[in-house]
């Protein structure tokens, strides 16, 4: 998957102080921010599932727990804010365009087994026709029997 997606160290002075503090669980303590914003960054711009987070950004789910606490807790929101604010431009002006978000590749197709029910006449045109031979009017019976 190649080359390491990451933020500089003058853009990590900036961004870091946005991110909130983790603390550790037990007597493990909280690593740092850094990797797991920059394994978030590396799975926005390559659009791979989280399963295929390289080794060197931490452990997958890791950094995908810390994503959705991150999402749920609204701290992207308020680094958009902050960082417009910084830069001196209206955050209410902020689109996307439609033509460069891109969905995964699973998410191209539809669900196998999913499909939409024929109609009735449908079903009959397509299903073989079964008779007997005196079910059948005026059948003659065949010269070999």
């Known amino acids: 998957m190649g080359e390491r997606i990451g933020v500089t160290d003058e853009e990590w002075e900036v961004i870091g102080p946005l991110l909130p503090p983790e603390h550790g669980r037990g007597c493990r303590p909280a690593q740092d921010n850094r990797p797991y914003f920059e394994g978030m960054m590396w799975i926005a711009r390559t659009g791979a599932q989280w399963r295929h987070l390289p080794d060197e950004y931490g452990k997958w789910n890791s950094v995908f727990r810390r994503y959705r606490r991150w999402v749920t807790t609204g701290v992207f929101d308020a680094m958009l804010e902050t960082l417009a604010e ?53 059948a003659s019976p065949s010269a070999s029997c």
């Open 86 to 138: 910084l830069a001196g431009r209206d955050a209410a002006a902020d689109m996307i365009d439609s033509t460069v978000v891109r969905a995964h590749h699973c998410a191209v197709g539809i669900k196998r087994g999913l499909s939409k029910p024929r109609r009735l006449a449908d079903r009959e045109a397509a299903s073989r026709r079964s008779s007997t031979q005196g079910a059948m009017p005026g």
